[in-house]
């Protein structure tokens, strides 16, 4: 079974920045597509930035612009450099995945977060 491990959140000053990662382990065959989703306090879950395996990216509105999402295919990781952060964007930052384990479909898996606090 695989499994997806956030890395890099912490506390930053408003336009400051952080990169964080998306590390994959287990037995897998290939990585579709992947995307950061983030969740604020009191707030649902929303998307962030996806990417597909050929690397062609989609952001939500509020971070088109200021953050970039790529990924290392050859090492499974997924990336998200974020740039003039604003406390808005503060929340537990996840990273998705679909994953070929070799049957019928892909499987979709989760990571459990890393926490981004933007605050002076």
């Known amino acids: 079974q695989a499994q997806l491990m956030e890395f890099g959140g912490g506390l930053v000053q408003p336009g400051g920045s952080l990169m964080l990662a998306c590390a994959t382990s287990?037995?897998?065959?290939?990585?579709?597509?992947m995307g950061w989703y983030r969740q604020a306090p009191g707030k649902e879950r929303e998307l962030v930035a996806t990417t597909t395996s050929d690397g062609t990216a989609d952001y939500a509105d509020a971070v088109k612009g200021r953050f970039t999402i790529f990924r290392d295919n050859s090492r499974n990781t997924l990336y998200l450099q974020m740039n003039r952060l604003k406390p808005e964007d503060t929340g537990v930052y996840s990273c998705?995945?679909?994953?070929?384990?070799?049957?019928?479909?892909?499987?979709?898996?989760w990571g459990q977060g890393t926490l981004v606090t933007v605050s002076s």
């Open positions: 287990g037995r897998i065959l290939s990585i579709n597509d």
């Open positions: 998705n995945a679909e994953v070929d384990y070799g049957q019928s479909a892909y499987v979709e898996i």
